[in-house]
Nanobody, 122 residues
Framework: VQLQASGGGLVEAGGSLRKSCAAS????????MGWFRQAPGKEREFVAA????????DYADSVKGRFTISKDSAKNAVYLQMNSLKPEDTAVYYC????????????????WGQGTLVTVSS
C-alpha cells in the first residue's frame, strides 16, 4: 500500500486549501483514512479521520467546523478541505490509513503518505 499526498502550499489567514491523498495497492473501500499534522517543535497530532465506507467522520476540536474530510472510493482517494485557515494550522500534513477503523492515534495507522507543508501567513 502506498499513499501519495498533494496539495500543500502557502495561503493567507482566512484562505482555503484542499489536500488530496491517493492510495495504491489496495482497493478504495478497504482503508480507513486519516489526516495528521506536525508543527515545528510539536508532536504529531490528529486532524481528521474517515471510515472506509465514508459514513463515519471524526475531527479534532481545533479544526471542527473549518475542515472537512471526504473520500472517493472509486478514485481511491481521500481529501481534506481546509477553510478559514489560521496561522496555527501551519504544519506538515500527513495522510494515513489502516484496515481496522477510524483512529485518532497515529500509531493505529500502518500506512503513511509523505508529509506536505501547509503554511498560513497572518
Amino acid at each position: 500500500v502506498q499513499l501519495q499526498a498533494s496539495g500543500g502550499g502557502l495561503v493567507e489567514a482566512g484562505g482555503s486549501l484542499r489536500k488530496s491523498c491517493a492510495a495504491s495497492g489496495v482497493a478504495g473501500n478497504l482503508l480507513n483514512m486519516g489526516w495528521f499534522r506536525q508543527a515545528p517543535g510539536k508532536e504529531r497530532e490528529f486532524v481528521a479521520a474517515i471510515s472506509r465506507s465514508g459514513t463515519s467522520k471524526d475531527y479534532a476540536d481545533s479544526v471542527k467546523g473549518r475542515f472537512t474530510i471526504s473520500k472517493d472510493s472509486a478514485k481511491n482517494a481521500v481529501y481534506l478541505q481546509m477553510n478559514s485557515l489560521k496561522p496555527e494550522d501551519t504544519a506538515v500534513y500527513y495522510c494515513a490509513g489502516n484496515r481496522v477503523g477510524t483512529a485518532r492515534r497515529w500509531f493505529e495507522h500502518g500506512f503513511w503518505g509523505q508529509g506536505t507543508l501547509v503554511t498560513v501567513s497572518s
